[in-house]
């Protein structure tokens, strides 16, 4: 199997929820960071920095995931070595784990223009290619609640991104999700940073359409309110 390396961002969740990640990891090789006294992205670009791997991942403490599934999504960037990376499905749960929303596994593949639109596409567990994330470590930092989704979609400036559909990860729903927290000026600077890459994967009416979303997001997006509401 390729070199993988996973991080942990550990700051206040309960140590009940890091067990069950950290117990979801099984064999994969992985490391936990001490989250306080630096922000979110701070800690994962140097975790990224500082890994060795071939490829980087990253799982949330509150969450986690369905370690069978890895091999699958190392095989697909095997067999496609331009993609930037390869993102699994995800099941959404509550805050007690009891499924609420069973995974999307239609073999149905990536969508730029649905990145572009929503922070939540994608957001799953995602293996990036370590050199197609390098780049892009300073450029996260600017966004607070947002950078995950910044990095994963400046990363598609080496190449595309892979839909492996596979129920790999399991994002839970809580009010203290960081994700809840981001504001309208903040969306609005990522969706500006990230809409040239993405819209670059994109062609034909695709590609109106992608300029089109740049340019309404967010504040005409009833998809990206939703999302901030959502109370699953």
Aim: glycine content about 4%; overall charge positive.
């Amino acid at each position: 199997m390729p070199s993988l390396d996973l991080h942990i961002i550990h700051c206040a969740e309960p140590e009940s929820w890091l067990l069950r990640c950290l117990q979801s990891l099984g064999t994969l090789p992985y490391r936990v960071i001490a989250g306080a006294g630096r922000t979110t992205a701070e800690n994962r670009a140097r975790a990224i920095a500082d890994s060795q791997a071939e490829f980087v991942g990253w799982v949330d403490p509150d969450d986690w995931i369905d370690a069978a599934h890895v091999p699958a999504m190392l095989d697909a960037l095997a067999s496609n070595p331009d993609a930037a990376g390869a993102f699994s499905a995800e099941t959404i749960v509550d805050e007690s784990g009891a499924v609420v929303t069973e995974p999307d596994l239609s073999p149905a593949p990536w969508r730029p223009l649905s990145q572009i639109t929503s922070p939540r596409y994608a957001h799953n567990l995602t293996i990036l290619r370590r050199s197609s994330a390098l780049p892009h470590l300073s450029a996260m930092q600017g966004y607070p609640t947002l950078s995950e989704y910044v990095l994963k979609s400046l990363a598609t400036k080496s190449g595309p991104l892979l839909r492996v559909p596979v129920p790999a990860y399991y994002w839970r729903q809580h009010d203290a999700q960081l994700h809840r927290a981001y504001t309208r000026q903040e969306h609005a600077r990522a969706i500006a940073a990230v809409a040239p890459a993405l819209r670059a994967h994109t062609s034909g009416l695709g590609r109106v359409a992608a300029t089109v979303a740049a340019v309404a997001h967010p504040a005409r997006c009833v998809a990206c309110r939703a999302v901030r509401a959502v109370r699953r």
